[in-house]
């Protein structure tokens, strides 16, 4: 009986793990494909039919166009400016907020708490949204990507959940010693949330690091581009790299491989970090679902 | 989030006339804090809501918001028109159509993987499938629908696979029967990894003595999943079921904008979409808020009844 079912179970394993594998191919095959274009020598890359399961050749022309590019390089510049930029301001006023919402006793607790709720569910929509941002003298800057999406109001509430363990005994503790509510938040509250904080920092740095449609709503000059959006008008809209002086034979050719090393170079530092930083990821991800 | 509305609820009574003056001058700290975040909110949120009102007027630049005139039909005529155009039956159905296949496709995926990955016994293995499977939530949308774009041409990857089963190559993006697949199947390997995590949070809630009194009892791998893992996990899917209908006409427009054509109109233009287009591209302000108000009006309502049938079913809600 007991042999029967462990041969059974067995099997059963056996078979998951064989989905899992091939799960886990079709999950990172598409980057993987990416990469091996992104070296593969052009000339080989355009006679060759089916997938690749090694580069064919070794050619880093199409990394050294790209990485000596100004268009990249400029949209490189604008990424970093709106994520070190955005992420001080997000991170301050969503301390604030949330701290703020935390500090129940107080009269306009339930009001100021419904303020900020009611954003969920209701927005002014695309065009008033546009027009806001128009009248305020932010258009064509880079602010215009940076402002208005200063608080999630999601991140905000995993923020206040956190908070909100922290046991009030610590609070009073500080008030009898004279510190205000702003020691309470940096001397207390922060320096208790690091996994949180981290993970406010992740989520708004992927944030920033992924959008493109604010800027392509609000940017009209090229040169204030970020990465995103330069790489959707080469890979979507069909748009030619501008490679500038560089000689090129034939760009046609090398265009597979050009944008291959594109998605490279835009996904590496994600790449890079996420491994290391998924269980605070994850962990914004069971504070979030805990908020009930 | 309940609980605090109850606590706030108890404290608001019996304070004497005085108490706001009072709080103010103890809490005035915690108010001088606030001020920013409602700057913000004002500006960015409020301020924008006020905007709607344009749904019902002609938008002059040179008049601004509020000067410009009220349409006529007592303002509605933004909204008499869209519905008259043959754009709301399209955008409509195509909008409920991708969140319905969204739904009975991509729903079950992430309760199938959380169950496979916890009957993974080498926690090794179960750790690096997590790490890979949520990887793609991570890929920019850029950056996917740059190599679907890629994927889809009629020499791209997907032709090439097609090829070995003797299909003929078709540039995929631009067949309208292809793009919901296409579309919704990206979707799903873009989330189910990272959707997962909810529910193994959910698993690793429930008591292990009753996997162990069910092994006694002789209970196989499938019965225990059948009858404690399910139904442990059940309240996690009801509330994230309900949520999802919830959510059945609100199809963001940021994936589609950068995978449609006007070729493939007939099958991806969704209400936002729509939205973006005649706002945007042509510019008509007032006409493109009308269709956004529509739209939001639905999804309110039926994020309100989602949220009330949860109550009612599960006890737990959002708001």
Redesign the interface.
Known sequence: MVNARSKGDRIVDIIIIIVMIFLGVIMLYPMLYELMVSFSEPAELIRHRGLLIWPLGFDTTAYQLVLSNHQILTGYANTLFILVVGLVINITLTCLGAYCLTRVHIYWHRLMTMFVLITMYFSGGLIPMYLTVRGLQMYNTLWSVIIPTAISTYNMIILRSYFSSIPESLVESVFIDGGGHMTVLFKIFIPLSLPAMAVMVLYYGVGHWNSWFNANLYLQDRSKWPLQLVLRNILIEGSNLDLGGAVVADYEMLAKSLKAAMVIVTTVPILVIYPFLQKYFVGGMMIGSLKE | ??K??K???T??KG?KPG??RL??QK?K???F??L???I??I??????????I?AFKDFKPALG?WGSPFTGDFGFEHFIDFFGSSHAARTITNTILISFYQIIFGFPMPII?AI??N???NRK?KK?????????H??????V???L???CLSDG?FN??G??FGAEPVSLLSQPKYFRTIYVASGI?QSM??DS??YL?AIAGIDTQLYEAASLD?A??FRKIWHITLPGIKGTIVILFIMAIGKMMSVG??KI??LYNPSTYQTADVISTY??RK??LDQD?SY??AV??FN?VIN?VL?FLANALSRKLTE?SL?
């Open positions: 989030m309940a605090n509305k606590s706030g609820a404290k608001g304070r108490a706001i709080d103010f809490n700290a915690v108010y804090m606030f920013p975040v409602v913000f909110y500006t960015f949120h409020y301020y924008p809501m006020s905007g709607i344009l918001i993987l496979m990955l009957e993974l016994h293995f690096v499938m997590q790490t890979v499977t949520y990887f793609p991570f890929i920019s949308t850029v950056v629908c740059g190599m774009t890629e994927f990857l090439q696979i090829g070995f390997w990894g990272w995590i909810i949070a002789g196989g791998r427009s940021e904008l950068l939205v973006y706002g945007l302000y493109s808020t956004n108000l939001s309110f994020v737990t708001f």
